[in-house]
């Protein structure tokens, strides 16, 4: 049987891999945590008890980590999704997110040259790589321009899997994927605040209570938004073709934060307008609605400078139709539909 290690199992794309692994394949899989002073498994718990399924620890910072697990496993596919992944952290802690995101990857990619050579690496790039765009939709061809210290080490990663693959014939490879969303994105990503601030206020309402606004930053940037499980399977479709092409995986559509917004209060029935300009401007619930179901607070959304980021993508709307027609990836899940699994799941939770 062969064996797959996958990083990241605790955050979204890595738990999703892992899911379908199980589901689509035969392989042993090893799923790499980090140490961590409150462990946090509820991303995969549902594996714990397959035979299938072995939990591994290892650091991207840590190249000793990685070797222990590599020389042991001798994997036949390395996954690597481990990253400090939110831009707007990368520039608090920007060489954290430096080793992990670039040194890390030359880690990963020294373990596998001396100690599985026959392996498939996959490291998980950006469109935050491309970053300042200078043509849309971007597709495999746009030139790097990054924004943040997350998006650079990403593009010093890109750069490193192509010195590997090229001098030690390794089959390494690093997607171009746009952002994708799921119930298991992290609370902190735009989405997520959203679809978890618009739950939280329903509740509110129905309750007969007062709310708290959402406080977001920059409501016009664009973004080109997928759900998480369409990625995976391109991922896997990504390394198992016969020679290491690089693509991107996008949903070939673009949309403002601002009608995340309005769609996802739409979702639970709000309707809201947009009033005020520039830090003033807020999302409020519409007249007709605030008197037929009584609700006290109005204002639903805030703008907050605190959200700012230094620099700013803004806009990414990515062509993925090289792997589409390539590696036959078909994405199932519209913009709409990710609304409303995300927006339903944080209703019942
Ligand atoms: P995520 O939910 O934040 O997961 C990141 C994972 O990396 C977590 O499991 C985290 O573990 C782990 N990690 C962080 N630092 C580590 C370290 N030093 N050693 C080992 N593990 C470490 O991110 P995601 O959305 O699943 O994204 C997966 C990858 O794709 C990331 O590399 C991200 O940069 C990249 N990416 C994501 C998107 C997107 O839209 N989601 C788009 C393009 C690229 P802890 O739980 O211990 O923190
Ligand atoms: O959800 P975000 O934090 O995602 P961002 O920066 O696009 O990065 C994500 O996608 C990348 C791929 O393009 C990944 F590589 C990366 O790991 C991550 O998964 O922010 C999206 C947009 C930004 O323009 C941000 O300025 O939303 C804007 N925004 C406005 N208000 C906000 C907020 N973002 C966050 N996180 N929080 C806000 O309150």
């Known amino acids: ?25 035969n392989l042993n899989i090893f799923g790499a945590v980090r140490r961590l002073s409150k462990p946090n498994y509820s991303n995969f718990q549902q594996h714990l008890n397959n035979k299938r399924f072995n ?10 980590s990685i070797d222990n697990v590599v020389r ?30 670039a040194v890390g990857v030359i880690r990963c990619l020294e373990s596998v040259r001396q100690y599985s050579p026959h392996c498939r690496f996959y490291n998980a790039g950006s469109s ?17 321009s990054p924004r943040s210290p997350y998006g650079a080490a990403k593009c010093a990663a890109r750069h490193i899997v192509k010195v590997y693959r090229e001098s030690y014939n390794l089959f390494a490879v690093q997607g171009y994927l746009f952002n994708h969303e799921s119930p298991r994105r992290g609370e902190e990503f735009v989405t997520r605040k959203i679809t978890k601030g618009v739950a939280r206020i329903i509740k509110s309402i129905k309750k007969g209570e007062c709310f708290e606004p959402i406080h977001l930053g920059n409501v016009d940037a664009k973004r080109d938004w997928s759900h998480a499980l369409d990625f995976v399977d391109g991922v896997w479709k990504m390394l198992n073709q016969e020679k290491p092409n690089e693509y991107v995986l996008s949903s070939n559509e673009t ?28 999302y409020s619930i519409s007249t007709e609605y ?7 607070s109005s204002v639903l959304v805030k703008i907050d400078p605190k959200f700012f980021r230094p620099a700013e993508v803004e806009l990414l709307f ?13 994405p199932k899940w519209s913009f709409h539909q990710l609304v409303k699994d995300m927006v339903a799941s944080d209703l019942n939770s």
Do not use: C
């Open 318 to 330: 990515g062509n993925s139709n090289k792997a589409r027609q390539e590696l036959g990836w078909t």
């Open 55 to 64: 939990l591994a620890t290892l650091d991207l910072s840590d190249s000793q």
């Open 290 to 296: 605030a008197i037929r179901n009584e609700v006290n």
């Open 255 to 282: 949309h403002t934060i601002r009608e995340f917004v309005e769609l996802a209060f739409k979702e639970v029935g709000i309707e809201g307008f947009w009033h005020g300009q520039g830090t003033n401007e807020e």
């Open 1 to 25: 049987m062969k064996n797959v290690i996958i990083t990241g199992i605790s955050g979204q794309d890595g738990s999703y891999m892992v899911d379908h692994l199980i589901e689509n394949t």
């Open 72 to 101: 042991e496993v001798k994997p036949d596919y390395f996954i690597n999704f481990a990253a400090q992944s939110f831009v707007g952290s990368s520039w608090q802690i920007p060489e954290q997110t430096f080793d992990v995101g």
């Open 128 to 144: 935050e790589e491309f970053g300042n765009v200078k043509y849309s939709p971007q597709d495999e061809n746009h030139p790097f």
